[in-house]
T-cell receptor, first 109, second 112 residues
Framework: GQNIDQPTEMTATEGAIVQINCTYQTSGFNGLFWYQQHAGEAPTFLSYNVLDGLEEKGRFSSFLSRSKGYSYLLLKELQMKDSASYLCAVLDSNYQLIWGAGTKLIIKP | NAGVTQTPKFRVLKTGQSMTLLCAQDMNHEYMYWYRQDPGMGLRLIHYSVGEGTTAKGEVPDGYNVSRLKKQNFLLGLESAAPSQTSVYFC???????????FGPGTRLTVL
């Protein structure tokens, strides 16, 4: 079966750095997405990786290793507004998105 | 531009009642999707459409029907609601498969 694993919850301090991991086992691979979802709101796109390596976008970076079935989202200089759930999703061989359950990130002052 | 909108935002149904959720987009996207989101689970695809007049089943289609008569609208129907269909329903669109998806604000449905 297809499976995406992420930690259920993480806590970090304002101004610090946090890394959210995602491991996947899917039927084929056509890319990996990270979305942010604030409580009670819709998911919004953060990043897309299809090749191995690090993609940097401001305070957020996303890394992919296809051989290990592994990705992480790195958030720097954490702000209170970063408190949200972070969803990892993989595009499988049929171009269907397979979603992880999400990681709830709690930022403490 | 409104982007992706969903109506209604909230709804409470009794078991056996029917209802239709409407998704509308002004982004001129071909692909549209209906997901449900339940606590502790990832988004699960119910049905999707790759263009006007076409629909296809996703991961959890049972108990739901869809129609895409116009490119900008994607309707999700519940013929006979069950408590197991209590969930938050999201509509999403993208320009083509494999691109980022844009989500509507969601519909919170409770079935008693």
């Amino acid at each position: 079966g297809q499976n995406i694993d992420q930690p259920t919850e993480m806590t970090a301090t304002e101004g610090a750095i946090v890394q959210i991991n995602c491991t996947y086992q899917t039927s084929g691979f056509n890319g990996l997405f990270w979305y942010q979802q604030h409580a009670g709101e819709a998911p919004t796109f953060l990043s897309y990786n299809v090749l191995d390596g690090l993609e940097e976008k401001g305070r957020f970076s996303s890394f992919l290793s296809r051989s290990k079935g592994y990705s992480y989202l790195l958030l720097k200089e954490l702000q209170m507004k970063d408190s949200a759930s972070y969803l990892c999703a993989v595009l499988d061989s049929n171009y269907q998105l397979i979603w992880g359950a999400g990681t709830k990130l709690i930022i403490k002052p | 531009n409104a982007g992706v909108t969903q109506t209604p935002k909230f709804r409470v149904l009794k078991t056996g009642q029917s209802m239709t959720l409407l998704c509308a987009q002004d982004m001129n996207h071909e692909y549209m999707y209906w997901y449900r989101q339940d606590p502790g689970m990832g988004l699960r695809l119910i049905h999707y459409s790759v263009g006007e007049g076409t629909t296809a089943k996703g991961e959890v289609p049972d108990g739901y029907n869809v129609s895409r008569l116009k490119k900008q609208n994607f309707l999700l129907g519940l013929e006979s609601a069950a408590p197991s269909q209590t969930s938050v329903y999201f509509c999403a669109t993208d320009l083509k498969e494999g691109h980022e998806q844009f989500f509507g604000p969601g519909t919170r449905l409770t079935v008693l």
